[in-house]
């Protein structure tokens, strides 16, 4: 299904596989990304063949702010949660490129695990988006995203200097 659709999965999923020695970050939640083009192909196979219920269906940019964001499902079974985020984009992983972190910029494919930034990631730094502060589009929901990864012990600067060199 990733590969044929071209869907990819981000967030703290992929950070469990990534850093897979830390015991600070466990697989609770999937943010899967997907092209509108796919979009119910997707949704009926988490649902039919996974058993996820639908939740809440959110329209374009209320949880996260970003405007390559068409659609967010919040599907759920039992503790496990999937986010199924759906782009008007060619490619999937347009959104991941507008994250606010780049502790966020990691994503798998049906083949391979990309990390855009992989010394700062694996040394859990993470460097604040600057689009979010030159155009003052910081908010509560960016505030809060950035504490989850406070919370599994991700050091936040909005400064690159103060990170290190980056490979």
């Known amino acids: 299904l990733l590969e044929r659709t071209g869907t990819v999965i981000s967030g703290l999923s992929t950070l469990h596989l990534f850093q897979a020695e830390s015991a600070a970050i466990r697989l609770q939640d999937m943010d899967i990304y997907a092209t509108h083009e796919f979009e119910a192909e997707i949704l009926s196979h988490l649902k039919e063949k996974e058993g996820y219920k639908e939740g809440q269906k959110t329209e374009r940019r209320t ?30 992983i347009v959104p991941i490129l507008q994250f606010y972190s780049t502790a966020v910029m990691n994503y798998m494919m049906a083949h391979t695990f990309i990390s855009l930034y992989p010394k700062w990631t694996k040394d859990m730094k993470s460097l604040v988006n600057p689009q979010m502060y030159l155009h003052d589009s910081t908010n509560i929901q960016m ?5 989850k990864y406070i919370r599994h012990a991700f050091c936040i600067n909005a400064e690159p200097f103060n990170l290190g060199m980056h490979d």
Do not use: C
């Open 63 to 92: 949880e996260y702010d970003t405007s390559m964001i068409k659609r967010i499902y919040k599907l759920e079974k039992g503790k496990e949660k999937i986010d199924l985020i759906i782009t008007e984009w060619v490619s999937a």
């Open 143 to 147: 505030v809060t995203a950035l504490m």
